[in-house]
């Protein structure tokens, strides 16, 4: 104790114990470091899982209709986007909060409920900007792995009984795998929920889902909060704007603790424009159909298995291990085209390719068979 | 002890104790909220120190040019607006970090320093934002009064080495008042600073302020973080960005807690342009002067005395107490002016008012002597 008090003193400015103990993280490295790194710019950016159609053209114009509204600060209550996102899930504003991004609504959200030492499950290997807020506000994170590459919720139950856990991470679609489980299955599996344990259900990639990976829950479910996004079918990554969904006080606790100027006003703009336009979401994602089916067929080609994928990226699985799959990777960053690979075992056997734009997909399609090749020497 | 074990089950979900015990405070209501309750749009919009002028042109057709960027994620680390920024100031990209505007800046830092029971300082009426953030990580707030509507500086830095303060708040020029201190007054009061005590300067306004109200710090020294924004001088608050320069390792501090995908990518784009336009930036600082000059006129015909302001907005002394200048407030407000005053007493004698366009000003002008009739009656 005065061992650590002496220490206090002797940094300067005097962080928290927990800061002094955290280490400099960077969730994701950006392509843009590594273009730095390497003097070159990739000539595909197919590892962010970004929709490379983009936004809405209504989306577009309203960019550039309201940017000499930029000097205003935006809406702190984010309330007509709220309403029109209301409409569209046929819940109150109240039950919606915006957000800059699912990273920034984490955040929050383990702030909310996480103090020094309380527990926390997810899925081994699942989203590490999770676990980065996590390990951020000093809980201890209980990692589950994956079963036959889908996040296993009733392991995640269990575990989160055990542990008595606060909160559970579970996204779905699964992001590396692209896997999901049904809304019957993950309604069912609630029914096992141990008492004061809060289940995050991160549906940034639902879009691109089934329907029936939805589940029908009451917004008045306490257990669960939803978190939806901009970044991917609505093509908006650049714009931050994700929002959560949720029973209404759980929704008001983040008015507690949220950056309440922190929306970017264009971007609010933006998204309400998209969100409007439900013809082009519809034609993004049979866009994002197709591309799924080229990179299965690119996969095939080259005799490799893939996962299928209820997202915008599928996860080719190299057929060997994770140190053959860091090279294949290697390979194709050496050629220009950005791309992420899953971080834990046995989902490192893949590596993880993003829909692109035909352009995009054919210089996959010529750089994979090379790296593969220069994998295997 | 078994009793708040009790409350925490009985809630759902299990907050921590801190969040549990934080009001659903909004520091500031937005002017569209008004707008929503008064059922209709203000005709001026002067109570929130936006630039009404807007940003360069060239960030503006930024906004435009790199409109079809909106799918990509922004670069997280911000590296070529850092560069920039290091130039114009003459330090290390490493010497800055880019943050959602002002606001999420210092949660960030609050959230580096303060545990709960930590001692903070800060002026009675200063920025409540900050105020908010230090409440949020259950920090205990110390508030040193004005004095002759300055913050005072030898004030705040004796009352932090009384109660052992981990943080100072100064913002230089002030706001709600507008006035400064001389960089040589504050180098000479920073010699007091006690050890293991920050001292955050925020110079939000700074680029309106003489230059001789920066202070000359070397960007080594360990005790002071500067904070910096485009939401003033460079009219862009919708965009959200801003920055802190500081000490190497201060800097590096916030890569463990912030969120590192948190900024736009078209934002970037704008500050990095805005920041190229000098000239612009030495009209706008003029267009401002000029429009204090005429809130000063207005106010003197009024028969009112008005502090001189280093800002882009100017209190005008109502020439009673706060409950008189409430009611030229909302006499303001109900003539469709969106305007606001200081919180507390004796500054809150006052009526804060931004220099807007002169349309703005011609109605705040035929405003102000009806609401002054009002509020004597």
């Known amino acids: 104790m005065l061992y650590l008090l002496y220490l206090n003193v002797m940094t300067y400015p005097r962080y928290t114990r927990l800061v002094n103990e955290l280490p400099s993280t960077v969730p994701f490295v950006g392509p843009e470091s590594q273009e730095r790194d ?14 490379m159609f983009g936004p809405s053209p209504k989306a577009l114009s309203a960019l550039k209709k309201y940017s000499n509204e930029q000097w205003m600060y935006g809406d702190p209550t984010s309330f007509e986007l709220r309403s029109a996102l209301g409409e569209k899930h046929q819940i109150s504003p109240d039950n919606i909060v915006v957000g800059e991004g699912i990273d920034g609504l984490l955040g929050y959200l383990v702030r909310l409920l996480v103090s020094e030492g309380d527990h926390v499950v997810t899925s081994d ?22 079963l036959d590459d889908r996040e296993d919720i009733a ?19 699964d992001n590396p795998m692209g896997t999901y489980v049904s809304g019957n299955e993950i309604k069912r599996a609630l029914e096992d929920l141990p008492e004061g344990c809060l289940f995050i259900l991160d549906e940034a ?28 079918a609505y093509g908006m990554a650049g714009a931050r704007v994700g929002y959560a969904m949720g029973e209404k006080n759980l929704i008001k606790s983040f008015e507690k603790i949220r950056n309440h100027f922190g929306m970017n006003r264009l971007a609010q703009r933006a998204a309400l424009e998209a969100l409007s336009d439900d013809n082009w979401l519809q034609e993004m994602i049979q866009k994002v159909e ?22 915008n990226f599928v996860a080719i699985d190299c057929g060997q ?14 050629q220009g085209i950005f791309v992420r690979m ?3 075992c046995p989902q490192d056997r893949c590596i993880r390719i993003s829909v692109g734009k035909k352009r995009d997909l054919d210089k996959f399609e010529k750089a994979l068979p090379i790296a593969l090749e220069r994998a295997s020497r």
């Open 205 to 232: 990639y639902s879009e691109f889902a089934p329907a029936l990976s939805l589940p029908r829950l009451e917004i008045t479910d306490k257990r669960v909060i939803r978190l939806r996004t901009f970044s991917k």
């Open 342 to 344: 899953p971080f834990v």
């Open 321 to 334: 291990d994770g140190s053959f799959a860091k090279k294949v990777l290697a390979g194709l960053i050496s």
């Open 125 to 146: 290997g699942a989203y590490p900007t999770f676990n980065y807020h996590v390990s951020g506000f000093g809980g201890h994170l209980h990692r589950v792995p994956y």
């Open 38 to 51: 390497r003097k070159i710019l990739f000539e595909a950016r197919l590892g962010a899982n970004e929709n």
């Open 155 to 173: 392991s995640l139950i269990n575990r989160a009984q055990t542990v008595d856990a606060k909160l559970i991470y579970f996204a779905n679609p």
């Open 290 to 311: 197709n591309g799924r089916q080229r990179i299965y067929n690119i996969a095939a080609k080259n005799k490799l298995k893939f996962i299928n994928s209820a997202t």
